[in-house]
């Protein structure tokens, strides 16, 4: 299969009785002039807002959470860093909907160029978040890029046209992280530790994309277990993603994200957040 080479008897097999290559970009702009409304030039902005979250896991007598309270502005990186077992992974969980919170809220809040909110908040739902755990090369189920990628979503019951969306979406997100070069016939457990990055990125991005672009894209030590030039490289990417996306970021490595932070907080022992500049 050539490099990034989407349609839809490959993404959903070949019971497609009409063949679907990507739109170029003369079609797609016909498309978007029919079916695209005028746009309306806002200076709104959304932004997560989480308010008092406690979390004591179900039988228990401990929370793993007390008062945890933060905003983060959309298209900006937070960071998150702490000592381990200091719930750091417990709130992203909660974030993005594994877990429910003892009490308190998880919410997108639209607001105003003035800052004055303009509508009621919304809660936070799983469908709009994308998360990548940590070491998520671990959890590669496929023995090739596109059934990696593809893993979960509709083959035969769903329409031409839903389909398209998702092989659009799938170049979208190959394009964002940088995979639009790679095969798609290579065994994901054989690519670097920056490229299994690259795809855990792409995968989420692809199961937001369903939906719009995500509220939140959530990464638990993106870092991990990588050399030195794979490291430079997710930094770099994460960069790049920063011009697109709200990114949160849980991690230990400091230094080298600290250009990227816009806002950033402390989880203290006992599952208190308290925000502190690096």
Sequence with gaps: MAASA??????????????LTLISSKSRSKLNSKRTPPVKISCDYSCLEVKDVYYR????????????????????????????????????????GLSKPTSGSICIQRYTNEGNPNQSPKLLVPERVGIVFQFPERY?????????????????????QVKEHLALNLQRAFNWVGLNGISLDKDPHSLSGGYKRRLALAIQLVRTFRAQVPDVLILDEPLAGLDWKARVDVVKLLQHLKKELTILVVSHDLKELQDLVDRSWRMEMGGVLREECL
């Design 6 to 19: 989407f349609s839809a008897s490959s993404l959903f097999g070949s019971r497609i009785n009409e063949p």
């Design 57 to 96: 896991p179900p039988g228990t007598q401990i929370n793993l959470l007390n008062g945890v309270s933060f905003s983060l502005p959309e298209k900006s990186f937070g960071l998150i860093f702490g000592q381990s077992g200091s719930g750091k992974t417990t709130l992203l969980q909660l974030l993005a």
């Design 140 to 160: 590669f189920v496929a023995d090739n890029v596109l059934d990696e990628v593809t893993f979960g979503w509709p083959r035969q019951r769903s329409g031409l």
